[in-house]
């Protein structure tokens, strides 16, 4: 199965599930421009927040190109291991807490919360923009973590290895509207990294 490295079951989608969320990541656009375009949010931390995601959706094709813009980034192999690990130690206060921040709204699948101290603790440390950055990063990240998973569980499907609570009808649509762009993406990476695509495509999935 194509899981994380922690061995986790990986976040997979339903039709309407991505539909619900795509529209939500529709309505971000303007954010999400500022931060990827504009930068309004360093590109490391970008980068840590989505390594971090991905390992909690257990995106491993996600993880895996993300580690690479990571480094490109300016992020250290040591924070990454750091960030395999949960090693709070390795970042300053306030790049911990966006991590932190991160992992629990996708663990908590960005439900609804009130207001308390935990949150009133997040925005002193980062502003409250910083912190609808963290949380815009860590959705539309967790839209293409989902997707992908539910790319690699059709193929998991035939070898016998069907990922826990996907269903075969979601995993066609998906594979049919998103599995050209994937390809796609993955030639981009082959053609930077010099190998071939094939190779780019089973690195990616772990395998």
Known sequence: MAGGSSGAIPSIYTLPELVRDLGSVLTRVPALWAIWMAGRLPPALR????????????????EHAHTRMALEAGVSDA???????MDESAFDRRTWLAIAHARERTKANFAQVDEDASQDGVIDALGAQTRRDVEDVARVMT???????????????????????SRLFDELVINFLFLPGAWLGTLIAATRQRKSPFSVWRQARGR
Do not use: F
Not at 52 to 57: E, F, K, S, W
């Open 47 to 62: 980068e840590k927040i989505i390594v971090a995601v991905a390992q909690v959706n257990a995106c491993t094709m996600c």
């Open 79 to 85: 924070e990454l291991a750091a960030l395999e690990n």
């Open 143 to 165: 839209v293409a973590n989902r997707i992908a998973n539910t790319l690699n569980a059709l193929p998991d499907r035939w070898r016998g290895q069907p990922v826990p609570e």
